[in-house]
């Protein structure tokens, strides 16, 4: 018997924070785990989840994921009230914990959720430490990403 293959919707990103990105300098990136229930863990299944204005909160020596909105699929059961906006605990170690606390600390710090995917059968959040971005440091960026298509081009256009 041959191996099945994994089904396209247990494989890969859940949900992706463009936002963060332009926003952002991204400094140092870790990968935590999120404490979730049931429901929460179908609605991932179906891709119903969003990061754009959600940040990492760091308090009393723990890290919860705040304002991300994973909305509730219409067959999640009646005996359980589900609230889209719950603040959800990321399981990070001890050590990177300390970390990221020390670097939120300093000016200009934050933390913030790049991204959800699956590992396995687990749910994991990509957690970046951050530094913001300037009005001219986007238009910069956005300037050498163009330039970079433009030459691109050219070369496309000259070798044909």
């Avoid at 991932?44 to 304002?67: C, H, I, P």
């Avoid at 059961?77 to 605990?89: I, Y």
């Avoid at 933390?111 to 959800?116: G, Y």
Wanted: hydrophobic share 40%; with cysteine.
């Amino acid at each position: 018997m041959s191996k099945q293959n994994k089904s396209p919707a247990n494989s890969g990103t859940i949900a992706l924070n463009k936002k963060a990105k332009h926003e952002y300098f991204v400094e140092e990136r870790y990968e935590a785990g999120v404490a979730l229930t049931g429901w929460e863990v179908k609605s991932l299944r179906a891709g119903k989840v969003q990061l754009v204005d959600s940040y990492v909160l760091l308090k009393n020596n723990e890290a919860f994921l705040f304002g991300a909105l994973i909305t509730p699929l219409q067959t999640v059961s009646t005996h359980v009230v589900a609230d889209p906006t719950r603040t959800r605990k990321l399981l990070l170690k001890a050590r990177e914990l300390d970390k990221i606390i020390a670097a939120v600390q300093q000016k200009g710090f934050s933390c913030v959720p790049m991204a959800l995917y699956w590992k396995g059968h687990l749910v994991k959040c990509e957690i970046a430490l951050v530094r913001g971005k300037k009005d001219f440091d986007k238009r910069q960026v956005e300037k050498e990403r163009d330039w970079v298509r433009e030459k691109a081009r050219v070369v496309r256009d000259n070798h044909r």
